[in-house]
């Protein structure tokens, strides 16, 4: 599996944007972007995916470069319960298991 | 709708024993899949149950195993227990027919504690 890279950490102020990065420059045509987020103390919930295009739904937006070698998965506003670890995930069409790596821990402030 | 729920909550068991944790997928779906997740990493992958049948593993030794019931409902066996199986252990589920499009609802998951 392709792997990605996002950093480690990032801080927010409630009410604000955020953006939170991600590289994948080994991505191949068919793997899909996933974005999921866990919460303190629950397990992972599925954020929003996409392939080429970007992507909206009722938690956030997906934002693809047009070569697809990087992503960045937009909260318009963070509120305190977005307080979370954000992992990017590529999945091909074959594949079904996620690949975590260490995600971004995202720190929203009041 | 429940969604994914595990049992137990939590666990203790000592070096050398057997454990075997519970998963009832969400209604409608038919693949469950476990993961491990250690302090401060993110989970691991172990393997997938569809059909009943183990259809994809992770690098886990075979001291872990699963079983998949006809009513999909899942478990997880962990044979001679170390130090190192402490761990949140997450179930997930989804359906195959999306593979593509492959959103998996995970359960709160079980905290293993081996002393």
């Known amino acids: 599996d392709a792997k990605t890279t996002q950093p480690n950490s990032m801080e927010s102020n409630e009410e604000e944007p955020v953006h939170l990065p991600c590289n994948h420059s080994t991505i191949s045509g068919t793997d899909y972007i996933h974005w999921y987020r866990q919460l303190p103390s629950q397990g992972p919930e599925y954020v929003i995916h996409?392939?080429?295009s970007n992507v909206n739904n009722r938690m956030a937006s997906l934002a693809i470069a047009e070569d697809r070698k990087s992503s960045t998965l937009i909260l318009h506003r963070a509120t305190l319960r977005d307080a979370a670890v954000y992992y990017c995930?590529?999945?091909?069409?074959?594949?079904?298991?996620?690949?975590f790596g260490k995600g971004t821990t995202l720190s929203v402030s009041s | 709708d429940a969604g994914v729920t595990q049992s137990p909550t939590h666990l203790i068991k000592t070096r050398g024993q057997q454990v075997t944790l519970r998963c009832s997928p969400k209604s409608g779906h038919d693949t469950v899949s476990w993961y491990q997740q250690a302090l401060g990493q993110g989970p691991q992958f172990i393997f997938q149950y569809y059909e009943e049948e183990e259809r994809q593993r992770g690098n886990f030794p075979d001291r872990f195993s699963g079983h998949q019931f006809p009513n999909y409902s899942s478990e997880l066996n962990v044979n001679a227990l170390l130090l190192g199986d402490s761990a949140l252990y997450l179930c997930a589920s989804s359906s195959l027919i999306f593979r593509s499009y492959n959103e998996q609802f995970f359960g709160p998951g079980t905290r293993l504690t081996v002393l």
């Open positions: 995930i590529l999945l091909n069409q074959a594949g079904t298991a996620l690949i």
């Open positions: 996409g392939l080429t």
